[in-house]
């Protein structure tokens, strides 16, 4: 996730509708030559290969500024994007971190009323996700989700807004690309993205990923197991014949699933 606070500003230009064109049309090129490519298909004469179009897109992007830009209307503050579209109307009395245009799209914004933080969508309509009860609201790098904090406790919700896990947590302590693990007290538990935001309350003494490619283990009164597909414990050796899936391992056909 790309995001960066208002006063986190970088000395580029601001990107404008052009240069998003223009972004828009290496995506074309790159997405050609990505097939051509894949079908051992010679390119055109002075057709760049698929490694060089991606080289010069992400080259063009770091040259300028792409996150969304603040504006203030009768004491109230709003966001658009570099392409000039409203996203959050000026109605609000601050804003959270700024998304970048390439990176970020069209996820959720984070707007501030009367010091409280609320999740909004980034349509121009200032429709809520949220009620504007958290105390802050984080994007966090494995996207659908956000870190929220009340009271003083964490918790993760969804980017249309539904609590996942409750306020009650004290640490995210790891994020790989479809787990994350949290503690309370000296409890931890697991949120499984690729299983239906399958979310584990904290209740292990440990949770750990050996590698990427198996599913984490978890350690309850000494015992090490893992967990299925329905959030239930099962120790080492029970888990040697299961055929479903395991909370944690790789799966092709949802880890990259919006």
Same mark, same amino acid.
């Given at each position: 996730m790309s995001v960066k606070t208002e006063i986190n500003i970088e000395n580029k230009p601001k990107a404008t509708m052009k240069n998003f064109q223009f972004v828009e049309n290496l995506d074309k090129l790159i997405d050609v030559a990505e097939k051509k490519e894949e079908g051992n298909e010679p390119l055109e004469d002075n057709r760049r290969s698929f490694y060089d179009l991606v080289m010069i897109r992400s080259r063009y992007i770091d040259? /300028? #500024?792409w996150y969304d830009t603040i504006f203030e209307k009768n004491g109230k503050y709003g966001t658009m994007d570099t392409t000039g579209k409203v996203l959050l109307p000026a109605q609000y009395d601050g804003i959270g971190e700024l998304c970048h245009k390439i990176y970020c799209g069209n996820i959720p914004r984070v707007a501030k009323l009367n010091g409280k933080a609320g999740l909004v969508k980034p349509d121009g309509s200032g429709e809520a996700l949220t009620p504007f009860v958290y105390d802050s609201i984080s994007y966090m790098l494995i996207e %659908? /989700?956000?870190?929220?904090?009340?009271? *003083?406790?964490? *918790? !993760?919700? *969804?980017? #249309? *807004? &539904?609590? !996942?896990? %409750?306020?009650?947590? #004290?640490? !995210?302590? &790891?994020a790989n690309g479809r787990c994350i693990v949290f503690r309370s007290g000296n409890k931890y538990g697991v949120l499984d993205r690729t299983c239906n935001d399958l979310y584990i309350a904290p209740q292990y003494d440990k949770v750990e990923f050996v590698d990427m490619e198996q599913p984490c283990t978890v350690t309850k009164d000494d015992v090490e197991g893992v967990i299925n597909e329905s959030g239930d414990f099962m120790t080492c050796e029970e888990a040697l014949d299961y055929e479903g899936y395991l909370v944690g391992e790789y799966n092709p056909d949802t880890f990259f699933k919006n």
């Open positions: 040259r /300028y #500024d %659908p /989700y956000y870190t929220v904090k009340k009271d *003083g406790k964490l *918790g !993760i919700i *969804g980017k #249309d *807004g &539904h609590v !996942i896990a %409750p306020c009650i947590l #004290d640490e !995210i302590t &790891h």
